[in-house]
């Protein structure tokens, strides 16, 4: 299934970080597990914008997570399928490509999607399940054709066109991305590491042009692009300060400020500044986001 047993996460620690006890596999616990992740641990570039390539090993990616962070779906999804592993789930996963309404479907591997099979309730359903696509789904989708509705966004589950025996993944018109498709093949982790380190480094980049936390809850969505909070359903508010970005960033996302050295966060805060004004000066083009 792609997924070591060397990968050791501290399945209590991990737990006690989602709010949740220990409880064998099943359809209600996976969806408890889903929807606590996304609800917890946000969906964020920051070691980017701190110019750091971070380790795509789920070990090591948990440790960040267990700390209050997160990061996007190599780390959201890398740690969370080790956990789910130990936990005794079938999981796997598998090479995605997401893309924007200016980029072409494909399977980039700009994408890490899991799936989960086997469980008692449904042995004859597979399910998507995905905590690191950012503003996307709060709990796991059938692989079954069909459209889902969660809080305020539809989306919709289809066979694949563009990889036999894959799937695709529609997502709502208010997105930060069009889509996402994955093959069936099983992948490992150092299948993305080439596109790892593009993302983390290239200029044409998202995750370096552009600072971004997300989080999902049942009901509503929330997200931070440089200086502009957005929460959905609802509107944006431009953070004008220092002190009133990150009281967001601590109070919405649950990244505490004192995570960072002063250093650290008054490069972060620069950055998103030059980035909003680079923004309303049209440089940056569109808003969507780079999905991995």
């Not at 889902?148 to 695709?168: A, C, D, H, N």
Request: charged share 25%.
């Amino acid at each position: 299934m792609g997924i070591s047993s060397s990968e050791h996460v501290d399945v209590p620690a991990y737990l006690a970080r989602l709010g949740l006890g220990h409880e064998p596999p099943s359809l209600d616990a996976l969806f408890r597990l889903h929807r606590a992740h996304v609800e917890r641990v946000p969906y964020e570039d920051l070691e980017v914008q701190l110019g750091r390539v971070t380790s795509l090993d789920p070990a090591v990616s948990f440790g960040r997570i267990a700390t209050g962070r997160g990061g996007y779906c190599y780390h959201l999804n890398g740690a969370f399928s080790a956990l789910l592993k130990a936990l005794g789930y079938q999981v796997t996963r598998h090479p995605g490509g997401a893309h924007t309404a200016q980029e072409t479907a494909g399977i980039h591997l700009n994408h890490l999607a899991l799936t989960v099979t086997g469980l008692p309730e449904t042995p004859e359903v597979g399910w998507l399940v995905d905590v690191g696509l950012g503003d996307g789904i709060h709990e796991p989708l059938p692989l079954r054709e069909g459209e889902y509705k969660q809080g305020p966004l539809v989306f919709r589950m289809r066979t694949s066109e563009i990889t036999p025996g894959g799937w695709r993944f529609d997502h709502d018109p208010q997105g930060s991305f069009v889509g996402m498709d994955f093959a069936p093949e099983t992948a490992v982790m150092p299948d993305f590491a080439e596109k790892h380190v593009e993302l983390s480094t290239s200029e044409n980049s998202g995750f370096v042009r552009t600072l971004v936390l997300q989080r999902r809850d049942a009901e509503s969505l929330d997200s931070l692009r440089a200086l502009t909070l957005t929460h959905l359903p609802g509107g944006k508010t431009v953070l004008e300060s220092p002190a009133e970005w990150w009281t967001a960033i601590e109070d919405v996302f649950g990244v505490r400020r004192g995570l960072f050295t002063d250093e650290e966060r008054d490069r972060l805060w620069r950055q998103a500044v030059a980035q909003h004004e680079r923004h309303l000066a049209g440089a940056e083009g569109s808003e969507a986001l780079p999905s991995a």
